[in-house]
């Protein structure tokens, strides 16, 4: 999006517009780069959507599955046909419980003290990094520390949900999916909570101030967020906590209830839970395995913290992301043996190319361009951008190996393992396979917002990289 305001003034900086056309070519106007300054009619649109539609989806979801056996357009349908009313409908959204306002305070304040331990699995795994890591300079040209230990996190958390179901007992292992009304409305309490605080705190007491963006439209503001980086004290960082904990930790747990639940009501469990667990699990391993190069991703180096990433970690990930195993919960499926390899090897073979083309790019820019990318040299384009401290900086595109083929065959990769878990839910229903349409509206528009931002970035030297690869995700297509 083109900035309609000017920036200097804004932020006592140089007239970056009058520096930039000395640079004609090269890197544009100093931290320009990163979320949009200002906003225009279709973005205000599109927030309005996203605020307006976003939270009702997962209860329309749940409605659909605990009343109408996961059919999605019934609830509509019958509200069209005059089956039923609004009021009636509305009767089934759930309200919060005792139980589950004190099992989400539980289950919060765990992760919060697993943040704070020390990480002891890069001291005992061989090859895993954890521990203190520096992230990415910010467009203000801050390189922040995290303390990465979400693998242990999510190991103490899973070994621990695994020791109940099967030793102590505490609880029964379908907590989850029992209480997900109630629990659906907490994590909304949460994910509403933690947007209008995120936002608030950015006026009041940033953590790095010239790191915040302000749009002059506060909904935009709220949406996408301010801060770049926000924080409490040197260590709590909220995009760190709210995308790994309790979002991602908790979705291999919610699935394991998912498939209890299906144990306890059809008496065993259907080759299609199976995979959908275990392929969703490898998934999840892989993040938190890789959570330092994920430090280097655009969620982290490019979002600022607001309703997107707050609402969106508390409620959308932990809901809209485990849906084919709620699915199976109300709809067993069995898949034939020949289904289930191919939905093994479609997951499977999507995994490889989303780890191996991160892997490339990510061990290609730690060895300044000295790492080799299938056995060979790897060839590059030397970059230049401007941080807003207006410093030069430089840095390498690859246009070797898997990057060589297209610019994003990691989303490519990432779209294939999500149809995946879809087809282990078989062709009958439409519920499971709105993961697979997000996904794809999700990372295609991410690949045009980054494509965007890229051009931003290092100005022509983009062109000449995207004439060099010039498909985006699928070779000759697309
Ligand atoms: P990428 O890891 O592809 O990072 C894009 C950035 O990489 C660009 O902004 C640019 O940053 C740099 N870059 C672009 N081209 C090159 C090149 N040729 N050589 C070197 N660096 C290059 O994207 P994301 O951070 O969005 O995604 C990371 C992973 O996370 C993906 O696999 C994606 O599928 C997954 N993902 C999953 C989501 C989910 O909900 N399941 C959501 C979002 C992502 P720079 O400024 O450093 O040059």
């Avoid at 409605?63 to 019934?74: H, K, M, N, R, V």
């Avoid at 390498?396 to 999500?418: E, F, P, V």
């Avoid at 349409?437 to 000449?464: N, P, Q």
Wanted: proline share 4%.
């Amino acid at each position: 999006m083109k900035s309609k305001v000017p920036l200097a003034g804004r932020r006592g900086e140089a007239d970056p517009l009058n520096s930039s056309k000395k640079r004609a070519g090269n890197a544009q106007k100093p931290g320009e780069w990163g979320r949009a300054w200002s906003v225009d009619l279709l973005s205000m649109l599109a927030v309005l959507f996203v605020l307006c539609c976003c939270p009702v989806l997962p209860i329309y979801y749940y409605i659909s599955c605990t009343d109408y056996q996961c059919e999605l357009s019934t609830p509509i349908t019958k509200l069209v046909a005059g089956d039923v009313t609004l009021t009636q409908l509305w009767q089934h959204v759930p309200s919060v419980t005792a139980k589950a306002a004190a099992l989400y305070a539980i289950w919060f304040t765990f992760q919060v003290i697993l943040w704070y331990l020390p990480d002891v699995c890069h001291y005992i795994i061989p090859g895993y990094r954890g521990g203190v890591c520096l992230g990415a300079v910010t467009p203000a040209g801050n390189r922040l520390s995290y303390g990465v230990n979400g693998l242990q996190a999510w190991i103490i958390s899973n070994a621990l949900f695994l020791a109940n179901a099967f030793h102590f007992r505490w609880f029964s292992p379908t907590i989850i999916v029992d209480n997900y009304g109630p629990l659906l409305i907490m994590a909304n309490i949460m994910g509403y909570s933690v947007s209008i605080f995120a936002m608030v705190k950015a006026y009041l007491f940033p953590s790095f101030k010239s790191d915040r963006k302000f749009s002059g439209n506060i909904l935009y503001d709220f949406l996408m967020g301010i801060e770049f980086n926000p924080r409490i004290g040197k260590w709590f960082d909220f995009k760190l906590f709210y995308n790994g904990r309790p979002g991602i930790v908790a979705w291999t747990i919610i699935n394991m209830s998912y498939a209890w639940k299906q144990y306890e009501l059809h008496g065993h469990l259907t080759n299609s839970m199976v995979l959908v667990n275990g392929l969703q699990a490898i998934y999840v391993v892989d993040f938190f395995w890789n959570e330092a190069w994920y430090l280097n991703t655009i969620d982290m180096h490019h979002d600022h913290f607001g309703f997107m990433l707050g609402w969106g970690d508390s409620v959308w990930l932990p809901t809209m992301y485990t849906l084919q195993g709620f699915f199976l919960v109300f709809n067993p499926v069995h898949l034939s043996q020949a289904a289930a390899g191919g939905v093994l090897f479609l997951g499977l073979s999507g995994y490889y190319i989303f780890r191996a083309v991160n892997h490339q790019k990510d061990s290609f820019r730690r060895s300044d361009g000295q790492a080799t990318v299938w056995g060979s040299k790897p060839k590059y384009m030397k970059v230049e951008y401007y941080s807003s401290d207006n410093k030069k900086r430089q840095s390498k595109l690859l246009l070797s190996g898997w990057w060589g083929i297209a610019r994003h065959m990691n989303y490519t990769g990432d779209l294939m393992g999500s149809l995946a878990y879809c087809l282990a839910c078989g062709v009958t229903h439409l519920h499971p396979y709105f993961y697979i349409i997000f996904m794809t509206i999700l990372l295609v528009h991410r690949c045009v917002r980054d494509e965007h931002r890229c051009k931003a970035k290092y100005g022509s030297a983009w062109d000449e990289y995207t004439a060099k690869v010039p498909y985006r995700l699928i070779p000759m297509l697309f």
